[in-house]
């Protein structure tokens, strides 16, 4: 069974703070995938990096894929208060029996106050 | 676009009481899934589907069955509910595959009394 253990559970940061949170596992994985989730709402995807030391960007948010493909982060900077949410890490299975499944990490909720 | 749309939002249930959770997707994909999250525990996968008329077991499979007898419906039963399932449900489906991202419903968020 592959785990994705995730942290901080909870960050409660100020408007315009750098924040990161990580993803980490013992297991090897052939993506990773981060989403956001809001209240009421099912997740979304953010981005997927797929090789291992990828970095990428969607503008304040910063991803980056471990170089053994074990780990990844998730760094925001100059965070607002849009940026309040549900934060999940999910790694997808290698071989070709995965079938597309997510390992899931915890999640971190996220706060930012103006 | 609806994309991933699941009925019905909110139930409450009586333990031993039998319920369908129903999951569409309009976007022709092959793969669903069935998850449930409760706090603390991201989400769990319970059952998935790879094609029509195919299912099988997830991380957390016990108390639930599941059906596809449609490429765009993916069906959840519980047979007798229990407090333990109690929960926020998601459904979500992909286009399989390795890296593929999964879009998600939603939400049922159900309550066994």
């Known amino acids: 069974t592959q785990l994705l253990e995730q942290s901080p559970q909870f960050l409660s940061i100020q408007e315009g703070e750098n924040l990161t949170v990580y993803c980490n596992s013992s297991s090897v994985f052939s993506s990773l995938q981060w989403y956001r989730q809001e209240p009421g709402e099912g997740p979304v995807l953010l981005v997927t990096?797929?090789?291992?030391?990828e970095v990428k960007k969607l503008k304040r948010l910063t991803f980056q894929f471990g170089d053994a493909r074990k780990d990844s982060s998730l760094h925001i900077t100059a965070a607002q208060t849009g940026d309040t949410g549900l934060y999940l890490c999910?790694?997808?299975?290698?071989?070709?029996?995965?079938?597309?499944?997510?390992?899931f990490g915890q999640g971190t909720i996220l706060t930012v106050h103006p | 676009n609806a994309g991933v749309t699941q009925t019905p939002k909110f139930r409450v249930l009586k333990t031993g009481q039998s319920m369908t959770l129903l999951c569409a997707q309009d976007?022709?994909?092959?793969?669903m899934y069935w998850y449930r999250q409760d706090p603390g525990m991201g989400l769990r996968l319970i059952h998935y589907s790879v094609g029509e008329g195919t299912t099988a077991k997830g991380e957390v499979p016990d108390g639930y069955n599941v059906s596809r007898l449609k490429k765009q419906n993916f069906l959840l039963g519980l047979e007798s509910a229990a407090p333990s399932q109690t929960s926020v449900y998601f459904c979500a489906s992909s286009y399989g595959g390795h890296n593929q991202p999964q879009h998600f419903g939603d939400g049922t968020r159900l309550s066994i009394l």
């Open positions: 990096v797929v090789t291992g030391g």
């Open positions: 976007m022709n994909h092959e793969y």
């Open positions: 999910a790694g997808a299975a290698r071989g070709g029996t995965s079938y597309g499944k997510l390992t």
